[in-house]
């Protein structure tokens, strides 16, 4: 894939798909890279997200281009690993095109959490706007930064069901820089209280992994975080993991009680303020 084309966006449809295909019973679809890392278990993230309103989008958006508007936009590209399996480059037309004038142009963060009924939309596209759109932006550059973001609040159907939020603790610099910071152990203590399912960036073998998995988590060396469907004993020389009963059953842990906040927090600003697709 390209990073600055529309090859990522194209496989992560693609993803989409595929998952619909294989399995009926997901409510959200939620993008990760190597470069994310948990900061819940799956019984904390099932257990809080038994109470949101299955159609609603975790997606961090805006209409308010600023410089965007003349770098991202209008520019013209081609991502050649879209036709070419073994390239990874773009090119970059010598002319841009005006910003459209027949949808509302939004942009925000790569990183989404989105319904199921809005995934279907996206890649079955019962109507013209999702088709539209994926035509558009395969010739934006970070279209993974745009595409859902405008089908979202271009859509009437849709438009009202985005919450403003990624759901990602990130550290930026000032001013902002394409990527966040890599976090590290200074970083422990605000991650840790500030309710988000997930952070990003990590570096390789970062000591603060090691932080999350034995302070957060739970989580030993080489086994999978423990949740309530482990039913083998539990011993230093035992994974309590290699065993299991009920695979539905959950039981959140204290991390819980902080994303079921910060999720309160952001359906009450949802509900009142209508923020959605400004």
Known sequence: M????????????HAAA??????????????????????VTQDDLIHVFSSVPRDLNFIDHTSDLGWKESERVQPIIVDAGIYLSKR????????????????????GSPWVILSRSFIEYCTLGWDNLPRTLLLYFTNVILSQEGYFHSVLCNSPKFQNTTVNSDLRYMQWDNPPQMEPQFLNETHFKNLRESGMPFARKFGKYDAVLDMIDEKILGRKCRRATPGA???????WWVDPCSQWKNANAVKPGPQAEKLGILIRRLLDDWKLSSKSCR
């Open 88 to 107: 990874s480059n773009f090119f970059r037309a010598s002319e841009k095109r005006k910003t459209p004038e027949s949808f509302k142009f939004f942009t």
């Open 229 to 235: 469907w482990c039913s083998a004993r539990r011993s």
């Open 2 to 13: 390209t990073y600055m084309g529309s090859s990522g966006l194209a496989a992560t449809l």
């Open 18 to 39: 595929v998952l619909m295909r294989l399995d009926k019973g997901w409510d959200w679809f939620v993008t990760l890279s190597a470069e994310d890392y948990p900061l």
